[in-house]
């Protein structure tokens, strides 16, 4: 809790995550993107999970809303009230 991993030109995946959310993706394109809308971390590190590039994630609010972001690394590392990231091993069960 209260880390942010920053993309900082280099951390992000850009993958097809169109099966994880609808909204909020980078360029409005959810099939190539490190980025989408999220309820909550739980899709964040499930997300993770499941793309095989990613091997960490953060989650948390950008311009008002909730989103999801999945990283191939820790690099970019900040500290940022009210943001949550994780390794992707850190997921909860499947639903």
Do not use: M
Not at 20 to 45: M, Q
């Amino acid at each position: 809790r209260g880390v942010v991993l920053r993309h900082e030109g280099e951390h992000a995946i850009f993958a097809d995550l169109s099966l994880f959310g609808h909204a909020g993706c980078f360029l409005n394109d959810c099939k190539l993107t490190d980025k989408f809308e999220a309820v909550d971390p739980g899709i964040c590190a499930r997300a993770c999970a499941a793309t095989e590039a990613c091997t960490h994630w953060s989650y948390g609010q950008q311009y008002g809303t909730k989103k999801c972001f999945l990283r191939k690394s820790d690099g970019g590392r900040a500290s940022l009230a009210h943001w949550t990231s994780g390794v992707k091993a850190c997921v909860p069960p499947a639903l």
